[in-house]
Nanobody, 122 residues
Framework: QVQLVESGGGLVQAGDSLRLSCAAS????????MAWFRQAPGKEREFVAH????????KYADSVKGRFTISRDNPKNTGYLQMNSLKPEDTAVYYC???????????????WGQGTQVTVSS
């Protein structure tokens, strides 16, 4: 099992940037694929981005493509989500997750962090 702790959320204005971090401990982080999901109030959890175990391949939801960048630093056991040009509709709790399958389906990820709140004001 991988323990995940997100940080870096906060309250920002539209157009601002934030970088979320996901610190991993426990089993070897570098062997697992990693993803970011988000959940807004009253909505289902949705896929944001994922990155394969080596960091070579990434995929983004259409809603964040060109604004968000997912990355990872395996020697530091940390993943990141750089969020630029934030919009009010990006407001949500953001979760990082790891798993053995590279997919956009949240149910396929085994380990999850507790989430970090991102609020974007207009």
């Amino acid at each position: 099992q991988v323990q995940l702790v997100e940080s870096g959320g906060g309250l920002v204005q539209a157009g601002d940037s934030l970088r979320l971090s996901c610190a991993a401990s426990g089993r070897t982080f570098s062997v697992y694929h990693m993803a970011w999901f988000r959940q807004a109030p009253g909505k289902e959890r949705e896929f944001v981005a994922h990155i394969n175990s080596s960091g070579r391949w990434t995929k983004y939801a259409d809603s964040v493509k060109g604004r968000f960048t997912i990355s990872r630093d395996n020697p530091k056991n940390t993943g990141y989500l750089q969020m630029n040009s934030l919009k009010p509709e990006d407001t949500a709790v953001y979760y990082c997750a790891t798993g053995s399958v590279l997919t956009t389906e949240s149910a396929r990820y085994r380990d999850w962090g507790q989430g970090t709140q991102v609020t974007v004001s207009s």
